[in-house]
T-cell receptor
Framework: DAKTTQPPSMDCAEGRAANLPCNHS???????VYWYRQIHSQGPQYIIH?????ETNEMASLIITEDRKSSTLILPHATLRDTAVYYC???????????WGAGTKLIIKP | GAGVSQSPRYKVTKRGQDVALRCDPI?????LYWYRQALGQGPEFLTY????????KSGLPNDRFSAERPEGSISTLTIQRTEQRDSAMYRC?????????????FGSGTQLSVL
């Protein structure tokens, strides 16, 4: 699986949109982009995933560039409860070993 | 159950002892993963089951680590002759799908401390 690069930390004001970038320049055509988050010491929580097209669900939006070398997770109206470590992962069908980096620690400030 | 259940929540053991960590996945989930997570780092893959078949155990650090899922449901991760470096959070995850489209549901983990 391709590796991902994320900034180690970010701040965002409560109520504003939080935009979390992820670089995956070596992504292959059959690899999906996944986002998970981990709040404090809880288990990671699935947020969203996509292959080529932009995706939106009740939690977030995922914007994938046309060349698929980077993506952005958007939390449209961040709340204090969105403070967490956010992980961007790429994964192909044939590989079970998701490679989790250190993620981005997102701090939402009041 | 409503979610992935792991037990015990905390395990403190002495170096050299064997430990068994249990994972009860969401009912009907096909895939089951074991991960290990050190403080401040992302989860590290250990092993993967598809039903009762252990499809990938390449992440197990050495032969002191083993896992089983005999009936395709509950899984046990066993660490023999524990060492201090085994201390970590051990997490289990399950999914009702397989392959690149699967969404993983994680348990709360077992915090293992080897003294």
């Amino acid at each position: 699986d391709a590796k991902t690069t994320q900034p180690p930390s970010m701040d965002c004001a409560e109520g504003r949109a939080a935009n979390l970038p992820c670089n995956h320049s070596t992504i292959s055509g059959n690899e999906y982009v996944y986002w998970y988050r981990q709040i404090h010491s809880q288990g990671p929580q699935y947020i969203i995933h996509g292959l080529k097209n932009n995706e939106t669900n009740e939690m977030a939006s995922l914007i994938i560039t046309e060349d698929r070398k980077s993506s952005t997770l958007i939390l449209p109206h961040a709340t204090l409860r969105d403070t967490a470590v956010y992980y961007c992962i790429v994964r192909a069908d044939s590989n079970y070993q998701l490679i989790w980096g250190a993620g981005t620690k997102l701090i939402i400030k009041p | 159950g409503a979610g992935v259940s792991q037990s015990p929540r905390y395990k403190v053991t002495k170096r050299g002892q064997d430990v068994a960590l249990r994972c009860d996945p969401i009912s009907g989930h096909v895939s089951l993963y074991w991960y290990r997570q050190a403080l401040g780092q992302g989860p590290e893959f250990l092993t993967y089951f598809n039903y009762e078949a252990q499809q990938d155990k390449s992440g197990l650090p050495n032969d002191r680590f083993s896992a089983e899922r005999p009936e395709g449901s509950i899984s046990t991760l066993t660490i023999q002759r524990t060492e201090q470096r085994d201390s970590a959070m051990y997490r289990c995850a399950s999914s009702d799908q397989t392959g690149a489209i699967e969404k993983l549901f994680f348990g709360s983990g077992t915090q293992l401390s080897v003294l």
